[in-house]
C-alpha cells in the first residue's frame, strides 16, 4: 500500500483537507473494490463452480503477471495472502512454475 499512502500524503500537502478527504475515498474505493474481487474468487475456489481452478488460482496470485494479491490497493485479511511468495515454497515450485523434484 505504499503508492496509496504516498497518494493520501500528497494529497494532503497539495490540496489540504478536501484533497485529503478526496484521497481517502479513491484509496477506499479501489481497496473495496480489489478486495471484492479477491473474495468472489475465493468463494468460486471453494465452490463447486466447474469453472477451471488453475486460472482462478493465478488471478489470485501469479509471479509473472498482474494479479490481485499482488494489486497495489489489495489489503492483505489473512496471513496466508499476505506472503504469496510462501505459496511457491508450500508448493516446492522453482522461479520458473516447474516443481522441485
Known sequence: MP??????VLA?????????FEACES???STNSVSKAALEIE????GN???DKITL????YNPYEPSIWGDI???PTRVGTLMPV????LLEERGDGRRLK
Do not use: F, M, P, W
Request: glycine share 12%.
Open 43 to 46: 468463494e468460486n475456489l471453494r
Open 57 to 60: 488460482g493465478c488471478k489470485l
Open 86 to 89: 510462501k505459496i511457491t515454497d
Open 27 to 29: 484509496v477506499y474505493r
Open 49 to 51: 463452480t466447474g469453472l
Open 73 to 75: 490497493y489489495y489489503v
Open 12 to 20: 494532503s500537502s497539495q490540496s489540504g483537507v478536501a484533497g485529503l
Open 3 to 8: 503508492i496509496a499512502v504516498n497518494r493520501l
